[in-house]
Structure formats: C-alpha cells, structure tokens
C-alpha cells in the first residue's frame, strides 16, 4: 500500500512529534501530568484543568533553536547562479519562498529533529525552449522542503557501485474548493518518486472517498534537458550527521525531553503556590458566639481594625513554607539545558575559564557546523539537479555560514601577525585569512581588494625597501 510507513519512520515519529511540539509551545496537555488519570469523576476532572491553566511554560527548547538559526543565518547566506537561473534566488519553490527563506526552514527542521528533504521537480516542456522562456513561462524547475514527518517510505538499493534511493514517499496535502467556491477540503495525498531500470517516474495517489483506498490520479516520467529519462530520484536527503536515506539523531530531542520534565515541575510549583500560598488566619479555643460578636462589630482580616480575643484565645497566621522541593527540581532541569545548549540561561556572573568557555562553545557549533555544511551541500546537489532540467553546467551554489566561534585577537596578537606578514614569514594571503576569521577585515573582500587598500601590489612584500 502507497500509505505503508517505513519502520524507522514509524520508531521516530513519537520523538519528532515531541520535539516540534515543544519547540512550537503546541499541543501543552499531552505533555503535562495527568493528576488522577483513573478518576473520571467532574471533580477530577475540573481539577486536571484548572491545574494545567496554572501551569506555566517556559519555550527553553524553542528559543534555543530558534537562536541557533540566528547563529548560522547571522551572516547572509551565499548564493552564485547564472543569471538565467535567478529566480532560483526569490521563487525557488514556484511558491514565492527564496532561497534564502528555504534554507532557513530546512536548517530548523534538521536542528530540531535531524532531518528534512528537497524534491526537486519540473514541468513537461514541448520542443527546445531556452532556460529563459522556461522561466518566462513559469515551467522552470523548482526545489520544495519537505519535513521529516512527510518523509513516510523509501527504499534504497546498489545500483553500480553506487547505493542509490530506488523509492520514496511522500505525504502532502491538497486543497479542493468547495462548489461555492470559498470553502475547501484538505485532501491527503501520497507523492511516490520511483527509478526503476528505465528510468525515473513519480505518481500522485489520492484516497478514493467510496472504497477508502488510494488511487493514482497523476503519473509523470520528467526528462532532463538533453530529453533523457533520469538515472536516479531528484530528491535530496538532509541530516544532522549526513546527506543520506538514514535516519540521523535529532539534536534537540534530549532538551525537549528535559523541558518537558521542566514544564511539569512547573506546573507543580505554580500549582501549590496557587493552593496554598496564601497566608491562612487562625484563632484557637475560639466559639460560635465569639465568632459572631467579632462579625458583628466589624472586625475583619486586614480591615485596619484592631482585633481583641478573649482571654486564653489565640490569633495568628499560618503560612506554608515554599515548595523548595518543585523548585530545585526545575533548577535541576534549567542546568541540564545550559549543558546542552541553552547557552542564554546561563546564570549572569557565573565564573568559568576561558577553556571550559571554548570547550562549550565547540561542543555546541560542532553540531551546528556540521548541520551548516549539510544544508549547503544538500542545495548545491539540489542545484545540480535544476541544472539537469533546465540545461547547463555553470557554477551554482549556495553557501551558509560555518564558523561561529569567532577567536579574540588581542593587540599583541595583532602586532604579532602583522610583524611577521613585515618580516616575510607570512604570506599577504594569510594575513588577509587571519584578520577575516577574527572579524577585522571583511569576510568578502578579495586578495587584490585587500593588497590594493593596504599598498601592497604583490602577494610578500619586498624586504629590501624600507617599511
């Protein structure tokens, strides 16, 4: 069947789940501790609300992706295409998404859980028509993101000496317009992209409403520029670890699993504050009638008014003592993320050496690095693929920053380089590298850009004229 789901699909469902719902703050209840699950009773029942109303939670996880986006994107992403192909830079989905826009969503999608796909499709085109007129006619290629929850089936294969993906399925959705007009239905839908031994195929299955199965209701064979049939799928794997049909550990499970453990702490915390957090008065040896007298004369709590008991009676107030035992719990679980990557939790004046600082810092950006070549890699494939259809063979890249630790040079450090780039034991190239890395000079400015700003025509200067 179309629907069959791949078993390590089906094993890491329940963790994408989870991670996208805490990351997006969605679907909270399912995730809180059930107060009594076996009373069924409106008691219990309107006590399991009121309890997850008072919760409060804190988006740890989602702000941590979030600005792991932020580290890698700090730096406008770098596209090269040919001019012909520059849609590809504002409208590479046919959707109006850029580039720019869609490599920030698939870099999300595998922070959070490790995995993401471009399908890379193109319209029949009759005759020989220029890469221009296929844009100009809006039937030029384009590259959609598909999350890993839409990646339901595949199968891989060696081909050659090649393991090459033989058939993969995706799961969308389509919309079908009410007669009216104005309403519509979401319609699910099942891609399959299929080689085969003549070629490259894909089909649409959509569920039949009578019989409940799915039938094909499209079927497409797309040949590349040169009329051929394609030798392999023109879909792209993105991971965490690497750009193939294995399904890679998803980075941000282990933080969600502990904000969740946080969230309900939370929730325990805010819930005895709430019950008994309020100062609670008392009077002993008090009776009925001592009781009425004081309603009577008007002497309430907090009321400014003098309160006199009866002699042998006593007045005071009870208060609980904090529920410190909810609260370490959470602190407990905000130092766990800080270990895993909530860097801005990080306790304000917290002394750490400049080593444990660094450790941290590569721990966390090798992960981030590596997700960064992916996706670069991922779309320079993607790009090939585009060029496969459309014709041609010039350069086409995309490149997303990599390097987020960015070192602290000193003044010696400075005086350092420079003397030795002066005394000949560095090439002006080098020197040039060096002050990018540290921020001092432009990233984008080129070798001759630089030798031309500073003076120097050549790559060493001449150690005979003075300096």
Known sequence: MINFEHPKYKLNIPKWQLVDDICEAKNLSKYLVKINPHDASMSAVQRRKQFFHRSVFYAIAGYTAQGFLGKAFSEPAKCIVPDDL??????????????????????????????????????????????????????????????????????????????????????????????????????????????????????????????????????????????????????????????????????????????????????????????IGQVQPWMSGISGDTLEDLRNNGQFIGSGTLMGVPSGEKFDFAQAKPNSLAREAMMDKVHMMIGLGAMFLSPAGQAKTATQVDGELMAQHSVLSLISSNVSEAYNQALGYVQLFMGGDEEATLLINREFIRPNATSQDITAMVASFLQGALPLSDLLNWQQRHGLVDRDKTLEEYSEEIGVQDAMVDLDEEI
């Open 86 to 275: 520059d849609y590809i830079r504002y409208d590479i989905d046919g959707a109006g998404i850029s580039i720019y826009q869609q490599a920030q969503e698939v870099f999300k999608d595998v922070v959070r859980v490790g995995r993401a796909g471009l399908l890379i499709d193109f319209p029949s085109v009759d005759g020989d028509v220029s890469r221009q007129e296929m844009v100009n006619n809006e039937t030029a290629a384009t590259v959609t993101r598909f999350s890993a929850e839409q990646i339901v089936n595949w199968q891989v294969r060696k081909i050659g000496s090649k393991i090459k993906p033989v058939l993969i399925v995706l799961s969308s959705v389509e919309q079908e317009l009410h007669e009216d007009g104005f309403g519509f239905n979401e319609v699910p839908i099942f891609i399959e992209l299929r080689l085969e031994n003549d070629g490259y195929f894909q089909r649409e299955w959509r569920l039949n409403k009578d019989t409940d199965k799915y039938y094909i209701y499209s079927e497409a064979v797309p040949l590349d520029s040169k009329g051929q049939r394609l030798t392999s799928i023109p879909f792209v794997f993105v991971g965490s670890e690497a750009n193939t049909a294995r399904v890679d550990f998803a980075p941000m499970y282990d933080l969600a699993k502990i904000n969740v453990g946080h969230y309900n702490n939370s929730a325990i915390y805010e819930d005895s504050v709430f019950v």
